[in-house]
Nanobody
């Protein structure tokens, strides 16, 4: 079973930046799509950014132009660079790995808290 460990969350002022990291326990990037999700209190978990195994990326409209997902295959790590943070970005951020070949599977990290506040 793939294990994912997120890090890099914290408290930041509006307009600031953070970089989240998600380290995988094994080499997964050739057959796994990777994604960052977030869940704010009282709200459903939502997709923030995703990267296919081929490297195609997509973003939620609310973060386009501010967030960037990237992956370092040598380190089995995916990143989420978050710039121009807003209070509404406050949430627990989760990393997800989705296996794209049979047998299909999906794995989640434990989450990391991001709080944007002055």
């Amino acid at each position: 079973q793939v294990q994912l460990v997120e890090s890099g969350g914290g408290l930041v002022q509006p307009g600031g930046s953070l970089r989240l990291s998600c380290a995988a326990s094994e080499s997964i990037f050739k057959i796994y799509a990777m994604g960052w999700y977030r869940q704010a209190p009282g709200k459903q978990r939502e997709l923030v950014a995703a990267s296919t195994s081929g490297g195609t990326t997509n973003y939620a409209d609310s973060v386009k132009g501010r967030f960037t997902i990237s992956r370092d295959n040598a380190k089995n790590t995916v990143y989420l660079q978050m710039n121009s943070l807003k209070p509404e970005d406050t949430a627990v951020y989760y990393c997800k790995a989705t296996k794209t070949i049979v047998p299909y599977a999906a794995y989640w990290g434990q989450g990391t808290q991001v709080t944007v506040s002055s």
